[in-house]
């Protein structure tokens, strides 16, 4: 079993940064995707970033030029820096990993969640 604890959210002004952590634990497992999600209120559940055991990163249009996505294997940790924020950057933001168990069987965790808030 894997866990997956976010941490890192809070209160910023817009223009502002911050930096989300996920860290997992557990043992014997191969990561594939590492991603994140956010979900505003009264909105669906969006694709932020990601990046995969190959090192392969990708973005929604809407985050690119101003979040980083970024891995430390050793520690089994993903970050989200994410800086220049906005007010539509407000949202719960969710850790999702994609991995191989010991067993090679395939299984998708989520973490649950750290608010980020944007004030204009």
């Known amino acids: 079993q894997v866990q997956l604890v976010e941490s890192g959210g809070g209160l910023v002004q817009a223009g502002g940064s911050l930096r989300l952590s996920c860290a997992a634990s557990g043992s014997g497992f191969r990561f594939i995707h590492m991603r994140w999600y956010r979900q505003a209120p009264g909105k669906q559940r969006e694709f932020v970033a990601s990046i995969s055991n190959s090192g392969s990163i990708n973005y929604a249009d809407s985050v690119k030029g101003r979040f980083t996505i970024s891995r430390d294997n050793a520690k089994i940790l993903v970050i989200l820096q994410m800086n220049s924020l906005k007010p539509e950057d407000t949202a719960d933001y969710y850790c999702?990993?994609?991995?191989?168990?010991?067993?090679?069987?395939?299984?998708?965790?989520w973490g649950q969640g750290t608010q980020v808030t944007v004030s204009s």
């Open positions: 999702n990993a994609q991995l191989f168990d010991t067993w090679s069987r395939f299984h998708d965790y």
